[in-house]
Every structure is written in C-alpha cells, then in structure tokens.
Antibody
C-alpha cells in the first residue's frame, strides 16, 4: 500500500524559512516523479513543484521559482520542499503527490494527508 | 500557462441523479487530463487519468471523456458519498494546472 506522510509544517514569520518532508513507502520511490501541491484556505488546488524519478529534474510554478527548492533522497524514500522568503500568501496545506510515471508530466495516483504552513507575524 | 476552466462551479443534485461536469483547456492537451475528488478537510483522491482511464479501486459509476480542449466527468448515479468538490488537471505541459473546482451539493 502506498503511503505518503508529510511533515514540517507550522507557523513561520514572513521572510522565514521552512522545510517540508514527505516520507514515502509501499512503492519503488526512485522510479516515480513526485510533486508538491498546495491549497490555500477555502481555495482550490495549485501545483507548486515537481521532480522526476531517478534523473531528479526539477520544475516549478511561478509562485515557487527562486524561493522554493524541491529535492529527493532516494536512499531515504523522502521528498523535500525547502521554502525560503515565505510570504503570507504561501499559507496553505501542502500535499505531496506521487506520479504514475517517472516524468513530472504525469498524472497523480496517490496523495499524502497534507501539512499546514501558516505564514504570519 | 494552460488555463483550465470548469463548469459549473457548483451544482445541486439528488441521490440517484446523473451528473456531468465539464472542463475546458485554453489550448489542446491531447488526453493528458486527470480528475480528482476532494471532501472537506481531506486530501484529494485521484479518480481518472488520461481523460478516461479509471484509477485502481475507483467505482465504474465515474467516467471521463474528451480530448484536445473539452472534457467531461460523469457520475452515473449520485450517491451520498459522492458529494464533494471535483477538480480537473492538465499534465500535458509545465506548469501543471488545475481547474477551479466544481462543488457537488445535496439538493
């Protein structure tokens, strides 16, 4: 059974940093692309960033470019999102999602339960 | 970026009704279209990929169709557990983009 468990969310001040983690199990982690998707309170889903399987190619949405860094440690079956220069508008639940294939342009098959990031002074 | 437009944004329906949600892409995306269901306070659940293929374990009352720019999600007979918000998503091109969602409520 695929399991994705996010952690690392919390309250951070504007301008601060946070690193999210997503621990994966139940599948061959290195073979699949992974993405981060966020949902601001009361709003819809927005793709943040994705990383391909073994090659580790990375891709970002406009809101993440230059501030967020996605990475993966295939030896630890863990996905990360380093978020810097956080703004109030980054407040959201952040989900990790498993791709159906190894490239980032793939549909999602499984989602984690999400971790809440609140940016506020 | 490819814009995904869903309609309607909300609908009211009764148990047993057939419900159809549409999703339009601002440019052609072949069949690189997925549908997700989300219930309040829960993570999204993947329903359909490649426009019409059901994810494993998803009941056959859900079906998808379309190609190019116009797509539909149909629920053949609405049940109480189907009341939720549904999102389409294109994965043809970066950035991956979602529709604004369609909230299906009880009439």
């Amino acid at each position: 059974e695929v399991q994705l468990l996010e952690s690392g969310g919390g309250l951070v001040q504007p301008g601060g940093s946070l690193r999210l983690s997503c621990a994966a199990s139940g599948f061959t982690f290195s073979s699949y692309a992974m993405s981060w998707v966020r949902q601001a309170p009361g709003k819809g889903l927005k793709w943040v960033s994705g990383i391909s399987g073994s090659s580790g190619s990375t891709y970002y949405g406009d809101s993440a470019k230059g501030r967020f860094t996605i990475s993966r440690d295939n030896s630890k079956n863990t996905l990360y999102l380093q978020m810097n220069s956080l703004r109030a508008e980054d407040t959201a639940v952040y989900y990790c999602a498993k791709g159906k294939g190894s490239t980032v342009t793939t549909s999602f098959s499984d989602w984690g339960q999400g971790t809440l990031v609140t940016v506020s002074s | 970026d490819i814009q995904m437009t869903q309609s309607p944004s909300s609908l009211s329906a009764s148990v047993g009704d057939r419900v159809t949600i549409t999703c339009r892409a601002s440019q052609g995306i072949s069949n690189f279209l997925a549908w997700f269901q989300q219930k309040p306070g829960k993570a999204p659940k993947s329903l359909i990929y490649a426009a019409s293929s059901l994810q494993s374990g998803v009941p056959s009352k859900f079906s998808g169709s379309g190609s190019g720019t116009d797509f539909t999600l149909t629920i053949s007979s609405l049940q109480p557990e189907d009341f939720a918000t549904y999102y389409c998503q294109q994965y043809n091109t970066y950035p991956l983009t979602f529709g604004g969602g369609t909230k299906v409520e009880i009439k």
